[in-house]
T-cell receptor
């Protein structure tokens, strides 16, 4: 099935620093989704990228989809303590298969 | 409000016992999923169902069973055959239908999870 590699596994930053997590696939993706899971909580959908080279922004979060649709990134500008959590990318298998496979996630901690 | 309800939040069982985790949704979603989460392992798919009375094995189905008799419900049974059942279990649902729009896939809505401890 579809697999994605997500790096880094952990990232600790000082409040105000930027943060980026990356997802990479060996095959071309039809789309990619990003989720955030707060400590002790459940994953919450953030965004979906579909088009080659697509860039979407949500306040301080910037999501990019690579030109070849094999990689994606999530960048947070000027992190805040509310950004703490694990960020996952996720991809669907092809065809009529509704199976969604998640990357292992990047745990972000922010030192105030 | 529409949503997904998982119960209970915490569950404790003795080794060798089967246990069933509940998942109910009132979002009128066709597809439902069970994931297992362990520290450093991300979310791993156990079973999923695209429609009532149909379900497929995910990546780690051994030792688990499910049923989908109603659209709203997708209970997961952790059997005594599951070697390492202690974990955080997450149920999710989505509209399903694969590609909802051109290139889009429907996002997953998750329940709050059940933390199962087996001793």
């Amino acid at each position: 099935g579809q697999q994605v590699m997500q790096i880094p596994q952990y990232q600790h930053v000082q409040e105000g620093e930027d943060f980026t997590t990356y997802c990479n696939s060996s095959t071309t993706l039809s789309n990619i989704q990003w989720y955030k899971q707060r400590p002790g909580g459940h994953p919450v959908f953030l965004i979906q990228l579909v088009k080659s080279g697509e860039v979407k922004k949500q306040k301080r979060l910037t999501f990019q989809f690579g030109e070849a649709k094999k990689n994606s990134s999530l960048h947070i500008t000027a992190t805040q303590t509310t950004d703490v959590g694990t960020y996952f990318c996720a991809v669907y298998s092809g065809g009529s298969n509704y199976k969604l496979t998640f990357g292992k996630g990047t745990l972000l901690t922010v030192n105030p | 409000d529409g949503g997904i309800t998982q119960s209970p939040k915490y569950l404790f069982r003795k080794e060798g016992q089967n246990v069933t985790l509940s998942c109910e949704q009132n979002l009128n979603h066709d597809a439902m999923y069970w994931y297992r989460q362990d520290p450093g392992q991300g979310l791993r798919l156990i079973y999923y169902s695209q429609i009532v009375n149909d379900f497929q094995k995910g990546d780690i189905a051994e030792g688990y069973s499910v049923s989908r008799e109603k659209k709203e419900s997708f209970p997961l049974t952790v059997t005594s055959a599951q070697k390492n059942p202690t974990a955080f279990y997450l149920c999710a649902s989505s509209i399903g239908l694969g590609m909802v729009f051109g290139g889009d896939n429907s996002p997953l809505h998750f329940g709050n999870g059940t933390r199962l401890t087996v001793t």
